[in-house]
């Protein structure tokens, strides 16, 4: 009854590699994100798509390449791992995403992918 | 552009009240989220502020002033369980939410 699941949970990788991230949710929302939070606890957005339409994408190097395969699942795929790409992923939906704001684009977040690249 | 500034860390006592303050400047301001994560944890929505003026969810309160591009996190009553990192988040239009850089509270008995 997980709301927002990711996996896998830990990756471990070799520099150069490519790597995906999965993500799916059951709660029924439009909206999905990619978040990157860094050693720091920084946490920044990287993607959004809203029904599998990419809405936000915040000057991410082009190795990162998100998917949607439908509004319940945005996947991350990452080509040529850098050591900087080690960080926790975090995937996100929220039911709405109106230009307004509101309680309706309240943002469930998802267990964190901790990704490390040697 | 935009920046949000929170202090760092915290320490109080079971019990005691803490006060989280978020100063932000951005370009495009729909509201202000409080988000709590505890380590190895998915941070966690807990209130939000679109208009000026306080919200109360139990023993946490949100205040918000968009003239003062300020707004605070009142934690009440507090318990060990509350021991996290909080952060602000400015939404600045379709969902983008921008985060400070969390602000650590320890509670200590």
């Known amino acids: 009854d997980t709301a927002v699941s990711q996996t896998p949970k830990y990756l471990v990788t070799q520099m150069g590699n490519d790597k995906s991230i999965k993500c799916e949710q059951n709660l029924g929302h439009d909206t999905m994100y990619w978040y990157k939070q860094d050693s720091k606890k920084f946490l920044k957005i990287m993607f959004s798509?809203?029904?599998?339409?990419?809405?936000i994408n915040e000057t991410v190097p082009n190795r990162f390449s998100p998917k949607s395969p439908d509004k319940a699942h945005l996947n991350l795929h990452i080509n040529s791992l850098e050591l900087g790409d080690s960080a926790v992923y975090f995937c996100?939906?929220?039911?709405?995403?109106?230009?307004?704001?509101?309680?309706?684009?309240?943002?469930?977040f998802g267990p964190g992918t901790r990704l490390t690249v040697l | 552009g935009q920046s949000l500034e929170q202090p760092s860390e915290v320490t109080a006592v079971e019990g005691a009240i803490v006060q989280i303050n978020c100063t932000y400047q951005?370009?495009?301001?729909?509201?202000l989220s409080w988000y709590q994560q505890h380590d190895g944890g998915a941070p966690t929505f807990l209130s939000y502020?679109?208009?000026?003026g306080l919200e109360e969810t139990g023993r946490f309160s949100s205040f918000l002033s968009r003239s003062d591009s300020y707004g605070y996190l009142l934690l009440q009553e507090l318990q060990m369980k509350d021991s996290a990192s909080y952060f602000c988040a400015v939404n600045r239009g379709n969902n983008r939410l921008a985060f400070g850089k969390g602000n650590q509270v320890v509670v200590i008995p």
């Open positions: 951005t370009s495009g301001f729909y509201g």
């Open positions: 502020n679109a208009l000026d």
């Open positions: 996100a939906s929220s039911q709405d995403r109106t230009l307004a704001g509101g309680l309706r684009d309240t943002q469930y």
């Open positions: 798509y809203n029904n599998k339409e990419l809405i």
